[in-house]
């Protein structure tokens, strides 16, 4: 991850409203939080300011927010930062940013999710909504939602490079989780509209349960097994069987078996930002390691 060279501040910000769009610049500027993509600036109470700092690719999903989810928004029982204005690019700032509504909370990763049916049932009926048929020229993901073995070599670069800083305690076991998912049978389905980045930071919760949903940035069409991974990533032990009997349709056994696979995968990912972030490596997010941790433990529990 590069960061840029531009140094985002409150002044600048407030320049690129005041430049853009000048009916908001009165509003209050503050710096939200600094994202893996996108810096988040809070524009007063109910708006927010999303501009790409740490990836090239942010520029593109900014843009795809900004097309899609006003259309998407209406029909999702969770709420969600839905695009209000697109800033371009400019010589005080060379790239794209977005202005949206603020959804408030706090992310999982900080304050998991402790009402367990509650929140089972909030995830299922918010992916039942999403997970609809994707219209002809809605977005491929980059590489998820797709086959699972696509990520075969990146899952196994993954799970030793964890192993090997003891992070893992029984890589046979998660080798398991993965095997049986790789050898499920593939989607064949419609192309559905995955989030595609359903991990605890980008759900938050609020009074225990999950309250809403953030970063649609790797929004795509695909295998809804992607997106059904979240169920190990975020909610407690014994609830997977909550949310699968509100979510519809219910899924086959095939794609829980994927839904597995890629939470493993996910996991593992999870662990390694977790592990970085503890010992102040670039990259790093202290908070992903203890939820990635309780996935994988809850994923080997369904192979004993």
Same mark, same amino acid.
């Given at each position: 991850?590069?960061?840029?060279?531009?140094?985002?501040?409150?002044?600048?910000?407030?320049?690129?409203?005041?430049?853009?769009?000048?009916?908001?610049?009165?509003?209050?500027?503050?710096?939200?939080?600094?994202?893996?993509?996108?810096?988040?600036?809070?524009?007063?109470?109910?708006?927010?300011?999303?501009?790409?700092?740490?990836?090239?690719?942010?520029?593109?999903?900014?843009?795809?927010?900004?097309?899609?989810?006003?259309?998407?928004?209406?029909?999702?029982?969770?709420?969600?930062?839905?695009?209000?204005?697109?800033?371009?690019?400019?010589?005080?700032?060379?790239?794209?940013?977005?202005?949206?509504?603020?959804?408030?909370?706090?992310?999982?990763?900080?304050?998991?999710?402790?009402?367990?049916?509650?929140?089972?049932?909030?995830?299922?009926?918010?992916?039942?909504?999403?997970?609809?048929?994707?219209?002809? +020229?809605? %977005?491929? $993901?980059?590489?998820?939602? &797709? !086959?699972? =073995?696509?990520? @075969?070599?990146q899952f196994a670069n993954g799970l030793t490079s964890a192993t090997e800083r003891g992070l893992i305690n029984d890589p046979?076991?998660?080798?398991?989780?993965?095997?049986?998912?790789?050898?499920?049978?593939?989607?064949?389905?419609?192309?559905?509209?995955?989030?595609?980045?359903?991990?605890?930071?980008?759900?938050?919760?609020?009074?225990?349960?999950?309250?809403?949903?953030?970063?649609?940035?790797?929004?795509?069409?695909?295998?809804?097994?992607?997106?059904?991974?979240?169920?190990?990533?975020?909610?407690?032990?014994?609830?997977?069987?909550?949310?699968?009997?509100?979510?519809?349709?219910?899924?086959?056994?095939?794609?829980?078996?994927?839904?597995?696979?890629?939470?493993?995968?996910?996991?593992?990912?999870?662990?390694?930002?977790?592990?970085?972030?503890?010992? +102040?490596? %670039?990259? $790093?997010?202290?908070?992903? &390691? !203890?939820? =990635?941790?309780? @996935?994988?433990?809850?994923?080997?529990?369904?192979?004993?």
């Open positions: 991850m590069t960061h840029a060279e531009i140094e985002i501040t409150a002044e600048m910000v407030r320049d690129l409203v005041r430049d853009q769009h000048p009916d908001l610049a009165d509003r209050p500027v503050w710096l939200g939080a600094r994202g893996w993509d996108n810096q988040l600036w809070r524009l007063g109470d109910d708006l927010a300011i999303r501009l790409p700092w740490a990836t090239g690719s942010a520029d593109g999903l900014l843009r795809k927010e900004h097309a899609w989810l006003p259309t998407l928004a209406p029909r999702l029982p969770l709420p969600i930062p839905v695009p209000q204005r697109l800033g371009e690019p400019s010589e005080r700032f060379p790239r794209p940013w977005l202005i949206t509504t603020w959804v408030p909370g706090t992310p999982a990763d900080r304050i998991p999710v402790t009402r367990a049916s509650d929140a089972a049932k909030s995830l299922a009926t918010f992916l039942t909504a999403l997970h609809q048929p994707a219209p002809r +020229g809605a %977005p491929a $993901g980059r590489d998820r939602g &797709g !086959p699972l =073995a696509d990520r @075969a070599d046979d076991a998660v080798r398991a989780v993965w095997q049986d998912a790789v050898t499920a049978p593939q989607w064949t389905g419609l192309a559905l509209w995955l989030h595609a980045d359903l991990h605890p930071a980008n759900v938050l919760t609020a009074d225990g349960t999950i309250c809403g949903v953030i970063d649609f940035g790797d929004l795509c069409a695909g295998d809804p097994a992607y997106d059904l991974a979240a169920v190990w990533l975020l909610l407690p032990d014994d609830t997977t069987n909550h949310f699968y009997a509100a979510y519809q349709p219910t899924p086959d056994t095939a794609t829980m078996r994927r839904a597995r696979g890629w939470a493993m995968a996910r996991a593992l990912g999870g662990i390694l930002i977790g592990d970085a972030g503890v010992h +102040g490596r %670039p990259g $790093g997010k202290p908070t992903w &390691g !203890p939820p =990635a941790h309780a @996935a994988v433990q809850r994923l080997i529990a369904t192979i004993h």
